[in-house]
């Protein structure tokens, strides 16, 4: 091809990219996130590197952002989403450039990248605090919060949450202070907190239903269900995350599903319906697996342990502890070695190592404490009373 024609194919194809890009964009049955990701990848990173069109590379990569985080699909989009930044740079576009940087944060939070995660929504933070831009600081503190609440830092993500809300209430959209409320309301379960929980969880169901998000309904219904489960209404909580996890699957949030199937099976696994129990869980395990996300498999392998141990599968059991208590170490997620450990001592008193059942449940409810969770530590510390 020469010099002439390479001109020609290049100003053709940089017409066509709105066309291209609007056909991703279209609401049409074939046009799903698990067929055109690629296609949608590809067209952002040409935009950026090849026909000078950052302001297209910047509408699609804020357009499929949401449709994204539904499916945690994170691997190829870090690229876009770094093209995008540059983009931002390249036009001076501050607002959406401090929008891709918390995008990017929650990406890199995905690939389990915690201090990437963590330095770009500090980043994000930095910008909209210099210019002002109320909205975004919100949404950056927000962010902050769900990296500290994904490394098990449970009070400085409740103080991230408290801070957003109380700054975005008069500045962000609907939709995003009810993801500040239902964010309050997780970690209000994890401290015993039932009844500001059950506040926060209205509040955001309020904020959804004003715009009649059927996704963010049923998240807020599952977060319900949760409380429900902490308070002991484990029946009740298992009817609200069927029917939210079928809402899920209708929707295509292969993610919040996973989350669902997994509460299930543990829901189940309380009331003696163990192979239903494991059903789940696998269920659960493999969309994590198909994911790929590491943090969120270690939990269902943590109630799987749960379910051998009970099951007094002890072979199965041994293994999966030892492994699963090496990966969450790696991993840095305190919570699931806490509960991994105290499964550990619910099997040594099951064949008569009381004094090392004694010191895992003293190990687990350490890091428990540790991490602020104290529904968790009130459970340890229930068993560890059986000794005094």
């Known amino acids: 091809m020469d010099v002439e024609e390479r001109v020609y194919f290049r100003a053709r194809a940089r017409e066509m990219a709105p066309m291209h890009a609007r056909w991703l964009m279209s609401e049409r049955p074939a046009n799903t996130l698990e067929t055109n990701l690629v296609q949608v990848v590809d ?3 040409d935009c950026s590197q090849h026909l000078d069109r950052p302001e297209l590379t910047i509408m699609l990569a804020l357009h499929f952002q949401p449709i994204v985080e539904g499916w945690s699909t994170w691997g190829l989009w ?5 093209h995008a930044l540059t983009a931002t740079r390249q036009t001076a576009d501050l607002l959406n450039e401090i929008r891709l940087l918390n995008h990017r944060s929650e990406a890199a939070r995905g690939c389990n990248e915690y201090e990437a995660a963590h330095a ?14 109320f909205e975004l600081v919100a949404m950056s503190l927000n962010q902050l919060g769900r990296i500290a609440y994904v490394r098990d830092q449970l009070e400085l993500a409740r103080d991230y949450w408290e801070q957003a809300y109380r700054i975005g209430e008069a500045h962000c959209s609907a939709v995003e202070l009810g993801r500040m409320a239902l964010n309050g309301a997780v970690v209000a379960i994890n401290q015993l907190r039932f009844e500001d929980a059950e506040q926060r969880v209205n509040l955001a169901n309020h904020y959804f239903e004003i715009v009649g998000d059927p996704v963010w309904l049923a998240k807020a219904k599952s977060t319900f269900a949760a409380l429900r489960y902490a308070q002991g209404h484990i029946s009740t909580a298992l009817l609200l995350w069927q029917a939210t996890s079928e809402a899920f699957q209708v929707a295509g949030n292969h993610y919040a599903r996973a989350s669902d199937e997994n509460a299930i099976g543990c829901a189940l696994l309380q009331l003696g319906q163990w192979a239903a129990a494991r059903e789940h869980l696998h269920i659960a395990a493999n969309t994590y697996e198909q994911l790929g996300s590491l943090v969120d498999t270690l939990s269902v392998m943590a109630n799987l342990i749960t379910l051998n141990v009970t099951m007094e599968e002890w072979e199965q059991a041994e293994v999966m502890i030892s492994a699963g208590r090496t990966l969450a170490i790696t991993a840095d997620k305190p919570l699931i070695v806490a509960a991994i450990d105290v499964d550990y001592g619910r099997m ?18 350490a890091l428990q404490q540790a991490a602020g969770a104290w529904e968790a530590a009130h459970k340890t510390e229930l068993l560890l009373s059986t000794f005094s």
Not at 78 to 82: H, P
Request: proline share 0%; hydrophobic share 50%.
């Open 43 to 45: 067209l952002i990173r």
């Open 120 to 133: 770009l929504a500090l980043q994000a933070l930095d910008l909209a605090n210099n210019y002002q831009q």
């Open 348 to 365: 040594l008193l099951a064949r008569g190592d009381a004094e090392g059942a004694r010191q895992a449940w003293e190990r687990g409810q």
């Open 78 to 82: 870090t690229a876009a989403l770094d």
